[in-house]
């Protein structure tokens, strides 16, 4: 069992939707949420008005937990990480919300947004939160209760996503799951109109 299907699932998770960000985006839109966790981002999506909101998860225990919490929402296990079984293009935006912390390794990051970039329709937004590196810390560590999570540099999260063009970004404090400060980082995102998804790769640790 991974963490994120043991202690993992018990967590509450705390990066913040910013509002405003939301504000121009279509009623209408098709969001998914990747890494959904147990719904909690999708939750706020459906009551600020966006009703087409899905989301998917690599633990079928966090999932679980989020079909008990919220039933009505549309949670699915990722069954073959980090591939969704789901068209290319079937998403106007794309929540990527603390995920990239879980995935320390940079061959499964640079595979993870390739597979968010198809996901997105071209244009498409794409809304990243997670953590940054702050100086003299490692990037790569494991918590007291066994989570390896990685921190970042903002370039290398820019990298990742090299074919997307910055709409907004801020910088934040945030609690992390275990209740300590740390450095949050969030990115707005726009898959270009007529680029064929092009990620970027990301530099070695
Ligand atoms: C810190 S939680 C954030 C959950 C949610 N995005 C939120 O902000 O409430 C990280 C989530 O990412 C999921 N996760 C971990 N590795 C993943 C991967 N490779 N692909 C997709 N989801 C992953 C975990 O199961 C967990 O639910």
Known sequence: MTYWDTVGATKTFTHPLHHPWLAG??????ILDY???YGRTMAE????GFPDVSGVDVSP???????REHPDLDLG??????TVDRPASGADVVVLF???TCVPEDEAQTALAAEVTRLLAPGGLLYVSDLLLRPGRPAVFTTSDGAVCRHHERDHLLRLFAGFDLVAE???DVTTMNGNP??????????????AGVVGGADPL
Not at 25 to 30: E, K
Not at 77 to 82: D, F, R, W
């Open 170 to 172: 801020r910088h934040l």
């Open 35 to 37: 890494g959904c966790g």
């Open 25 to 30: 985006i279509d009623p209408a839109a098709r």
């Open 182 to 195: 740390a450095s949050g980082i969030q990115l707005l995102l726009r898959r270009g109109e007529d680029d």
């Open 61 to 67: 225990a966090v999932i679980a937990r989020g079909r």
């Open 98 to 100: 603390a995920v990239l």
């Open 45 to 48: 999506l459906v009551t600020l």
């Open 77 to 82: 296990v990722i069954a073959s990480p980090p």
